[in-house]
């Protein structure tokens, strides 16, 4: 088994930033992808980000060149840098990591506030 935390979520202003950081533990072998999704009131959940186990990112359009993520292997550590940040990126966030398995975080909620 696997098991993620969260941390960093928060009310912000609109233009702020936050980080987000998801700490993989247990019985992990391999990681492969370690990503981001976000679920907003009355919305299905949807990627945000993704980061493959070479460094490899695939970012979503809505937040291009707002959002990085980024990986420590030797931590089993995702993050998510999420820069000017606006009204519509209000959402519980969710840390994904894939092994052989998928595993998911808790969730921890942003608000972005105008």
């Known amino acids: 088994q696997v098991q993620l935390a969260e941390s960093g979520g928060g009310l912000v202003q609109a233009g702020g930033s936050l980080r987000l950081s998801c700490v993989a533990s247990?019985?992990?072998?391999?990681?492969?992808?370690m990503g981001w999704y976000r679920q907003a009131p009355g919305k299905q959940r949807e990627l945000v980000a993704v980061?493959?186990?070479?460094?490899?990112?695939n970012v979503v359009d809505s937040v291009k060149g707002r959002f990085t993520i980024s990986r420590d292997n030797a931590k089993n550590t995702v993050y998510l840098q999420m820069n000017s940040l606006k009204l519509e990126d209000t959402a519980v966030y969710y840390c994904?990591?894939?092994?052989?398995?998928?595993?998911w975080g808790r969730g921890t909620l942003v608000t972005v506030s105008g």
């Open positions: 994904n990591v894939v092994t052989a398995y998928s595993y």
């Open positions: 247990g019985s992990i072998f391999r990681i492969n992808s």
């Open positions: 980061i493959t186990s070479s460094g490899i990112t």
